[in-house]
């Protein structure tokens, strides 16, 4: 089996940087991505780490250490729109396509 | 472009009814996918398509569920006599291809439709 542990909730302020946390148990995987979703809306994806190492895009970085099974996703500059729920997801290598998504996380961003 | 569109946007149903729930994936790609999302949580994988393939159902809950595919255009979710546990959004997504092992991230990229929430009564 597998299984993505994000934290539940995350609040931080209008300018500040957050990071959001995931740690995963699976037994191979291609890559780790992050996907955002406002409430009511549809995930859009952030980012992809297929290796090791900081991936940047713009206010938005993701990092990837498979020898810690672990990966984050780091905010910046954080405004108010950023206010939403954030999920890890991993495609095992058991021949199947599709993304395993993390619990959510969700962010709130006061002023 | 178009992005890709689901319909209805919200469904009421009795319980004991059958719906179906229509996806239009983004043209040119030929992956599909359906996910479930129950409220607060995250995403359930329900169903697979990549072009002529296969289907992989692993994913789908009960046999009262079943998706189609007509080459790789739209897709159709059923479920069949519907329960309250069945309440849900459904989300359907749609990616180039057979999603790359090291490739950018523009090959690993899905991208979802707005949903269909599912309410059974």
């Known amino acids: 089996g597998q299984s993505l542990e994000q934290p539940s909730e995350v609040t931080a302020v209008e300018g500040a940087i957050v990071q959001i946390n995931c740690t995963y148990q699976t037994s191979g995987f291609y890559g780790l991505s992050w996907y955002q979703q406002h409430d009511g809306g549809a995930p859009t994806f952030l980012s992809y780490?297929?290796?090791?190492g900081l991936e940047e895009t713009g206010r938005f970085s993701s990092f990837l250490s498979r020898s810690d099974s672990y990966g984050y996703l780091l905010l910046q500059e954080l405004q108010m729109k950023d206010s939403a729920s954030y999920f890890c997801a991993v495609r095992e290598k058991t021949g199947a396509n599709n993304l395993f998504f993390g619990t959510g996380t969700r962010l709130t961003v006061i002023p | 472009g178009a992005g890709v569109s689901q319909s209805p946007s919200n469904k009421v149903t009795e319980k004991g009814k059958d719906v179906e729930l229509r996806c239009d994936p983004i043209s040119g790609h030929t992956a599909l996918y359906w996910y479930r999302q129950r409220l607060g949580q995250g995403l359930e994988f329900l169903i697979y398509?990549?072009?002529?393939?296969?289907?992989?159902k692993s994913g789908l809950p009960s046999d009262r569920f079943s998706a189609e595919r007509t080459g790789e255009s739209v897709s159709t979710l059923t479920i069949q006599r519907t329960q309250q546990e069945d309440s849900a959004v459904y989300l359907c997504?749609?990616?180039?291809?057979?999603?790359?092992?090291?490739?950018?991230?523009?090959?690993?990229?899905?991208?979802f439709g707005p949903g269909t929430r599912l309410t059974v009564l």
């Open positions: 398509f990549q072009g002529n393939s296969a289907p992989d």
């Open positions: 780490n297929a290796l090791d």
């Open positions: 997504a749609s990616s180039l291809s057979r999603m790359e092992t090291g490739g950018p991230s523009s090959y690993n990229e899905q991208f």
